[in-house]
């Protein structure tokens, strides 16, 4: 007996196992990782932070691009010139020599070394892996300063006349310049930054009003609903359908039906918002700050709370009739049996289809994005919108996910709160084994 | 379910349904219109004198429209087979066996369930650029993983949990092993748990934007969601276009609801209403 109760718990883990492996790898892994991200100032768009680096490394491609041709373009000089400038270049050119022996003095570097000159001297382009060689923090900095000194040494001889190749000298110097490849970690400097920005705090309330407004909006209409279609009538099938479809259909293939409603020139919607009087003029409803808000959420309440009317309605159903007929026998108003019997009845219901609304409304992004693009003037820009913009569109990585992180802790915190109301309901497994 | 319907009941009825699919009846209308009447005077009229099939056929000569239908077709149905697959052995050990941390399992598909998408898509992102996945369906089949296989897990544990259970009994006490018992007893049974989630993840995956948008970016391998959203050039947008795509990735989805509309109502509310 023991033996086979063994045996089911074995079972049960490698049952369980691959698709835990799955979600721990493509689901919790790179939550991990943006947080990993965030603490970097790393973009796409510039070489030197395209990846993570701790700490100092060098880009030997860059280097032996310039050093070994600078060297000898030095020697030249140093045989046309005489005097003080001919000491002054002799120097410089000791200076780098001392610096690339410093280079080579360690084994790893030096191996590296030469192999990226070998494969420079085919004509070739060395891998990621090879050019890039780590430098101790000693070493990096003074071949920046080095370079930083050699290049204005160089200038100021160029000013003078002092040089016959000057922009050559000058341009090689400069080479050097960016091949000391920094480390790119950044702390919390992103979270500050951030949250020293208004345009954060702008998405923050913009999320919030948006998902405060829409499922509020969308639970009492969806509420409504559900109470009026909660009984027996010719035609369910129809309206189930019709409560399913604008639930099906792509979000984004809504957002531009909706642009296309709403547009200031042929919308139709737009049009009759004007002639009720809800708008000024059609063009409002995209173009001023308050009309597209009021557009987004318009359209996410016509999309969800069909949803929300199907959950609560879902609910509505396992409540007894025999409730409602004890009440009315007891001479409860109807107002009465809602409040005292219906509602608390509901209450996980309401609470789980909020739970999921809310969660949904806070991270919304294909709506907005379709339909508004989060203007004007960054009006409807949620945290998502903004969070993408920066990973995407200034292809700065690192601040982008530290926006990213700050949507995941919001949502972290809702669903906190929610869970806590909720007790342990949404996950006991009350119609589960009791042997 | 007592109380009896009266005829201000349907009249509200029709009402509720007319605004609901008012969006789609414009649209339609729209997509039948010729290019001229959609702009200036006649934009608000309903009905067209001169309908026309002109932006159907535009659509599929001058966007490459049935290439992003059949992008959606084949990633939404991979992402369905192989999450519904996977998500079924484990649905079967938490709702069915008795182990330690089921409970934690549960929570944690719960959890990432509602990790919002922007939480992971940098990681992502340079995970499919580093294996050269761009613009592949497996770029897309990967990450669309993170919201398949919960959603699956979940919807598939409280079908799991409604098969009764002395079925299982009975056939432990002929000498089943736990295997012959899922796959002879169970997984029958479970069949209509299993199209019903399949149902659900499919239409997730069909829907997906984000990530598509991010990853696929060349025109042939785009799917369906992105393709239309793209339809809108820098200075004009094309709504005679955007609305025939808009019928025609419609309809078959009113043939879906239609007909597996019972099945999705059981789905969407099987993991809030405690029965």
């Known amino acids: 007996m023991r033996n086979e109760k063994r045996m089911e718990r074995l079972l049960g883990y490698s049952l369980v196992a691959p698709a835990m492996l799955l979600i721990l790898a493509i689901a919790i892994w790179p939550v991990i990782q943006s947080f990993y991200y965030s603490l970097f100032d790393y973009r796409l768009n510039d070489p030197t932070k395209s990846s993570i680096h701790w700490s100092y490394s060098l880009d030997l491609e860059g280097y032996l691009q310039n050093y070994p041709f600078l060297k000898s373009a030095l020697k030249q000089e140093m045989a046309a010139a005489d005097g003080q400038t001919k000491q002054t270049l002799a120097q410089i050119e000791q200076k780098l020599a001392k610096l ?4 080579r003095s360690n084994d790893q570097v030096a ?42 040494a160089l200038k100021e001889m160029k000013k003078a006349g002092e040089l016959q190749q000057a922009d050559k000298v000058v341009g090689l110097a400069e080479g050097l310049e960016g091949v000391v490849i920094e480390p790119n970690f950044v702390g919390l400097k992103h979270y500050k ?9 702008k998405a923050l309330w913009n999320t919030t009003f948006f998902t405060v407004v829409s499922v509020a909006i969308e639970l009492v209409l ?27 259909i792509p979000t984004a293939v809504s957002a531009l039906m909706w642009k296309f409603l709403y547009d200031g020139q042929n919308g139709i919607v737009a049009h009759y918002f004007e002639t009720i009087g809800l708008v000024d003029r059609m063009g409002d409803l995209l173009t001023t700050e308050a009309g597209a808000m009021f557009a987004v959420i318009f359209a996410d309440v016509w999309k969800t709370t069909p949803y929300m009317a199907l959950l609560l309605l879902a609910g509505l159903q396992t409540i007894p009739s025999s409730l409602y007929e004890a009440a009315s026998i007891d001479g409860a108003t109807k107002w009465q049996q809602f409040t005292q019997i219906t509602l608390p009845m509901l209450k ?6 909020l739970l999921f609304r809310t969660l949904d409304a806070f991270r919304v992004f294909d709506l907005i994005y379709v339909l508004t693009g989060g203007g004007p003037a960054n009006s409807t820009e949620t945290i998502s919108i903004l969070a993408y913009k920066v990973m995407f569109s200034q292809t700065n990585f690192g601040a982008g996910s530290a926006l990213a992180v700050v949507v995941f802790l919001c949502v972290a915190i809702i669903s906190m709160i929610y869970i806590k109301w909720l007790g342990k309901d949404l996950l006991s497994d009350s119609a589960s084994v009791k042997r | 379910m007592t109380k009896k319907a009266g005829p201000l009941f349907y009249v509200f009825l029709a009402l509720f349904v007319f605004f609901v699919m008012f969006p789609f009846l414009w649209v339609l209308l729209s997509s039948i219109k010729p290019l001229s009447e959609l702009f200036g005077d006649k934009a608000f ?46 649905a079967y050990a938490i709702a069915r066996l008795e182990f330690k941390g ?98 659900l993840v499919f239409i997730a995956a069909w829907n997906e934007f984000l990530f598509a948008l991010t990853i696929n970016t060349a025109e042939t391998y785009k799917t369906v969601p992105v393709g239309i959203a793209m339809f809108q050039g820098q200075y004009t947008i094309p709504w005679g276009e955007i609305s025939a795509a808009t019928v025609v990735v419609t309809i078959p989805l009113v043939i879906m609801v239609l007909l597996f509309q019972r099945r999705i109502v059981s789905g969407l509310t099987s993991g809030s209403v405690k029965e």
């Open chain 1, 222 to 248: 969806g509420l409504g609903i559900a109470l009026l279609i909660n009984k027996a009538f010719f035609g369910r099938g129809v309206v189930r359908a019709t409560i399913l479809i604008p639930w099906a």
């Open chain 2, 45 to 90: 009229d309903w009905l067209t004198s001169h309908p026309t099939l002109k932006s159907y056929v535009s659509v599929f000569v001058n966007y490459p429209f049935l290439r992003y239908l059949w992008n959606s077709t084949v990633v939404a149905t991979i992402t369905t087979v192989y999450t519904v697959f996977v998500a079924a052995f484990a």
């Open chain 1, 348 to 353: 996980s219901s309401i609470l789980v289809a």
């Open chain 2, 102 to 199: 089921k409970t934690v399992i549960l929570g944690l598909v719960l959890a990432v369930s509602m990790f919002p998408q922007i939480a992971t898509i940098s990681p992502i992102y340079m995970f499919v650029k580093k294996f050269g996945l761009t613009n592949s369906y497996l770029g897309l089949i990967i990450p669309y993983t993170t919201f398949a296989l919960p959603l699956s897990i979940w919807l598939l544990v409280t079908f799991f949990r409604k098969i009764p259970f002395d079925l299982e009994e009975a056939a432990k006490m002929d000498g089943a092993t736990p295997m012959q018992t899922y796959f002879k007893i169970i997984l029958p049974l479970a069949v209509p748990g299993v199209f019903t989630t399949s149902i």
């Open chain 1, 193 to 201: 930054d951030s949250f020293s920005d208004m345009r954060l705090w």
């Open chain 1, 111 to 152: 191996r590296q070394y030469d192999k990226v000159n070998e494969v420079l001297d085919n004509f070739e382009t060395p891998s990621d892996e090879l050019k890039i060689a780590e430098l101790d923090k000693q070493t990096a900095e003074r071949l920046t300063d080095t370079v930083h000194d050699v290049v204005r």
């Open chain 1, 100 to 103: 690339d022996a410093a280079i």
